[in-house]
């Protein structure tokens, strides 16, 4: 997949960057985030896009000043994704490789998915009274195909609660452009300007 | 006592099914499959600048939203141009889902998939496709001007330009005692079969299989394009014709958008994955026909003898050109008719515009061509003073003409030669039919209401039963079941019915034994399909050929076990038995039983073919080498060229001088198509023509604005007639053998429909003297032009 969009980053959303208790609250479907030391983020979360839903987990690592690598794998599928921060740290673009049910809904529906979870975490980050509808921290996420359980392909999610779905909606392109997202802005604050 | 099935009026083995609704159509099938519907274009022509499916992710049961990027390998590629023609110098076909710009309102810009129609519906509304709008060409006076294109490589909009010619036609013009020179036109319309287009696809990944169910005219076809574009082996790809509403044409587009990307889905989604036409997108997505403009020169004696003709025409191909040149080409060679042309020219232009692609719809660019020519023939009458069927009469080719060479090519690219006919017979016969000869005392008693009456009159030549080929598969079964499959496909015609008829005399089998499938590409892969008036003529003669090679077979086993000798046996009822002596015989399926040498048995009778039942030649192999087990064949018919029916329409109408309504008082058709099967099933083609005939004359066509928005795209608006707006023709048959075929028969599909716009101006004319150069036409117009005559 490739995309480019635009993200606002207010200033009072900084400090909470460099906490993943913020981050794994404000992030929609967030389940862990798990700072390992070496600016490596560990991260479980619950994707749903369009009919795909399930636990993903996976690392993000940080490339150069503009760019991080993010992947993992997990029900909706496997994510290997470079995130680039344009020079004027107003849009992103995510490209890479998505595998698994995650690359059955359609690019348009990738892209889409990926801007509304830049924008609904960046918002939950600013309002945090937005965020809480996620479930405490219980671990760190180590990534592999174990994480997750449940169909592929969750067509019978018509029947779920409505609170589910509005998580599902906000879940987004899958945990991966979620990390990509946190981990970009964190980097932002880290680089000379 | 011989019982002969063909040219019976044997009552149609499909009805018994399709009244008691038990038919399988194709939104029968995969109730529970995903389902797709698409994001069309509202533009005819725009550039497509950006694709926002942002609201559609709340949309529960989403599956996927796909558009051009989404597309792998050559599923990206623009779709097959079917027929390809030296001519054709600036073919354009479309994408599955259009890359970057749209070129007629209704293109498919993407695809979405959900758990069921509704849903994807309700996302396919929240898609945001932003557009650039790019100047439209609608109808071919634009498209003809060239001052905006609709694909910008493509200069002047020209997709292409032929000339065919007969000896030396605009010489034959100038050197001809009288003259004229004329123009005419036939309106685009659409064949509306009552069931739209569809698709269900199942993949079957344990055995990497993809199952297609379409609702096409060509399954072969279909399961070609599929393979090749999804890149899978042909033999992994299976496509089955269910029962289909009707196709007329449109339905012989392969691979529509849908017919692709409804596999690719099911592929990719691993779940079965359906689309079903709503009739707003059978409007604007399934292809249209017939618009053209014409202009003549045509150049005659005294005596009305056609001395030549020059004839210039436009096509409108629409957005673009799948089928080729094809249309045109039948235009060009079918417009002759029955009549003896010596000098005679043809040049087309076909062109693209930012509206519907065009593809044959039945009748394929004959019904226009017979327009130019009847309405020509009028006009040399009219010149003349003589009456419009002496005109005919005069340049009608003779019975001793045939073959008659026209030195031009077909559209299946074979020569342009009648093959054999009686035109005059049908002339004489179309004349009592319809009561010529009395009209004008008719026409003079006093009328009641007002109306005027008009009588006339239309002939024509069809070109039927196309090749390449067509084949079949015989097989009788140890319970006496005659299993045929032929690969084409039906859409209502009644194939099951009249090839089993076939069958049933070349075997000596009852029909009601005779089971036939049709367009499943599993029971026979080699195929072309169910078009231009050729199932009976190409699929009935492969049946009769695989027929007779499965007579000769049983013949020969029931011989040996007879111990008769084959020229003495005959087979009735079932039965093979020594002529003159029917106790001595053995029934088809114990020759069934016994043509399958058996180790093991699977019934009493099956016990007769095991290896210990009888004494053997132990010299001589059980299944010799050049034999095979099995009691079956299979055969293919392949033509030299088509071969031609012909018939002649004529009509009486009475027209309303205060409303401008036309209705038809007499309708008579005379019709050789060769040797009739069942003449109840070609009375009923001839019927459901008319029908089409008269709704393309005096009801339907398809209005576009000037920004290439189709206005009447709907069954409120596009006059589709009803049965109260029907004649029921009066029907004459002339039966000529081919002498093509082993069958002797031609095509019937097709004919009804050809001469109606024809035949109705020329009788509207007749009646109320307006000039009728143009069809179709309508209550509103007729009574303009009326009100102009009047007014001088």
């Known amino acids: ?193 | 006592m011989t019982t002969q099935w063909f040219g019976e009026r044997v009552e149609r083995r499909e009805d018994e099914r399709l009244v008691r609704g038990a038919g399988r159509f194709l939104d029968d099938a995969g109730h529970d499959a995903l389902a797709a519907a698409f994001v069309r274009s509202p533009h005819a022509h725009a550039r497509i600048t950006g694709i926002d499916v942002s609201d559609a992710l709340d949309v529960d049961g989403l599956v996927g939203v796909y558009t051009w990027d989404d597309l792998p390998g050559r599923l990206a590629d623009p779709l097959p141009l079917l027929i390809p023609h030296p001519d054709l110098t600036h073919p354009r076909t479309q994408y599955a889902l259009a890359r970057g710009e749209v070129n007629h309102v209704g293109e498919a810009v993407a695809m979405v998939v959900a758990v069921d129609r509704y849903v994807a519906e309700d996302a396919a509304e929240r898609i945001v496709v932003d557009y650039e709008p790019l100047p439209a060409v609608v109808g071919l006076d634009a498209a003809r001007a060239g001052n905006d294109l609709v694909h910008e490589d493509v200069p002047g909009n020209v997709a292409a330009v032929t000339t065919q010619e007969l000896g030396d036609a605009a010489a034959a013009v100038a050197a001809a005692p009288r003259v004229l020179e004329l123009d005419f036109a036939i309106e685009r319309s659409l064949s509306s079969p009552l069931e739209g287009r569809g698709v269900h696809a199942r993949w079957d990944p344990e055995d990497g299989r993809l199952r297609i169910r379409t609702s096409t005219q060509t399954s072969t076809g279909v399961r070609a394009a599929v393979a090749n574009i999804l890149e899978l082996p042909d033999v992994a790809v299976d496509v089955l014709t269910p029962d289909v509403g009707g196709g007329f044409g449109t339905k012989v587009v392969h691979p529509y958008p849908e017919e692709v990307l409804i596999p690719w889905a099911a592929r990719l989604l691993d779940r079965e994955v359906k689309w079903v036409e709503d009739r707003y997108e059978h409007f604007v997505s399934a292809t249209h026909e017939r618009g053209q403009q014409h202009h003549v020169r045509v150049g005659f004696d005294d005596d009305g003898t056609i001395l030549g003709l020059e004839v210039d025409f436009w096509h409108d191909t629409g957005a673009y050109a799948p089928y080729g040149i094809v249309l045109p080409i039948i235009t060009a060679t079918q417009l002759p008719g029955p009549y003896r042309h010596r000098n005679y020219r043809v040049t087309f232009t076909s062109l693209y515009t930012n509206t519907v692609t065009v593809t044959p719809y039945r009748g394929a660019g004959r019904p226009q061509g017979c327009f130019v020519m009847e309405r020509t023939m009028d006009r040399v009458a009219e010149a003349l003073g003589i009456r419009r069927d002496e005109v005919r009469a005069r340049n009608l080719i003779r019975p001793d003409e045939f073959p008659y060479d026209f030195s031009m090519t077909f559209q299946d690219g074979r020569p342009l030669i009648y093959d054999s006919g009686d035109y005059p017979g049908l002339l004489d016969k179309v004349r009592a039919l319809v009561g010529w000869e009395g009209f004008e005392a008719e026409r003079a008693s006093p009328s009641a209401d007002g109306r005027r009456l008009g009588i006339g009159l239309a002939c024509y030549v069809e070109g039927t039963g196309v090749g390449p080929y067509e084949g079949a598969h015989v097989h009788v079964e140890t319970n006496g079941r005659v299993m045929v499959a032929t690969g084409l496909t039906s859409q209502g015609q009644g194939h099951e019915t009249v090839f089993a008829q076939i069958v049933a005399d070349e075997l000596g089998v009852h029909v009601a034994d005779v089971y036939v499938t049709t367009g499943d590409t599993r029971r026979f892969p080699y195929a072309v399909g169910t078009y231009a008036s050729r199932a009976a003529v190409m699929s009935g003669n492969a049946v009769a050929l695989a027929a007779r090679a499965v007579r000769a077979k049983a013949v020969r086993i029931a011989a040996d076990a007879l111990e008769a000798a084959p020229e003495d046996l005959a087979i009735e009822s079932g039965v093979v038995h020594v002529r003159g002596t029917p106790s001595r015989g053995i029934p088809l399926s114990q020759v069934a039983v016994l043509s399958n040498p058996l180790r093991y048995s699977f019934s009493k009778e099956a016990q007769a073919a095991t290896q210990f039942a009888s004494p053997a030649d132990p010299d001589v192999a059980p299944v010799p080498d050049d034999d095979e087990p099995g009691l079956e064949a299979r055969d293919y018919y392949s033509p030299v060229r088509s071969t031609f029916a012909a018939g002649m329409h004529a009509a009486v109408v009475a027209v309303d001088p205060e409303t401008g309504t036309v209705e038809i008082l007499r309708y008579a058709v005379v019709h050789d198509c060769g040797p009739l099967i069942n003449p109840m099933l070609v009375e009923g083609q001839i019927h459901g023509g008319v029908a089409q005939g008269v709704a393309g004359a005096l009801l339907e066509r398809l209005a576009y604005d000037e920004a290439g928005n189709l206005v009447n795209a709907s069954f409120m608006d596009f006059l589709m007639p009803y049965l109260s707006e029907l004649p029921v023709p009066e029907i004459d048959h002339q039966e000529t053998p081919s002498p093509l075929n082993p069958l002797g028969i031609k095509g019937a599909g097709e004919a009804g429909v050809i001469p109606v716009s024809a035949c109705l101006a020329s009788a509207i004319e007749d009646a109320v003297g307006v000039r009728m150069d143009a069809m179709p036409i309508s209550p509103p117009e007729l009574w303009s032009r009326m009100r102009e005559v009047e007014v001088g």
Do not use: K, Y
């Open chain 1, 1 to 193: 997949m490739r995309t480019t969009f635009p993200v606002t980053v207010p200033a009072e959303v900084w400090p909470r960057l460099s906490e993943p208790g913020a981050v794994a609250a404000a992030l929609p479907g967030g389940r862990a985030v798990t700072a390992d030391g070496d600016g490596t983020l560990s991260v479980v979360a619950e994707v749903a896009v369009a009919s795909v839903a399930g636990l993903w987990s996976g690392t993000v690592t940080p490339v150069d000043a503009d760019t991080i690598r993010i992947s993992g794998a997990g029900t909706p599928g496997r994510l290997d994704l470079e995130v680039r921060a344009s020079p004027d740290r107003r849009q992103l673009t995510v490209e890479g490789a998505v595998d698994g049910p995650l690359s059955t809904v359609g690019g348009a529906v990738l892209a889409a998915a990926a801007r509304r979870l830049a924008e609904d975490l960046l918002a939950n980050l600013a309002d945090p009274a937005t965020a809480t509808t996620n479930p405490p921290v219980t671990h760190g996420g180590t990534g592999g195909d174990s994480a997750g359980a449940g169909p592929a392909i969750d067509t019978s999610r018509a029947a779920a609660g409505r609170s589910r779905r509005r998580l599902a909606a906000r879940a987004g392109a899958g945990a991966g452009a979620v990390v990509v997202v946190v981990t970009v802005v964190r980097r932002w604050r880290r680089s000379p300007r």
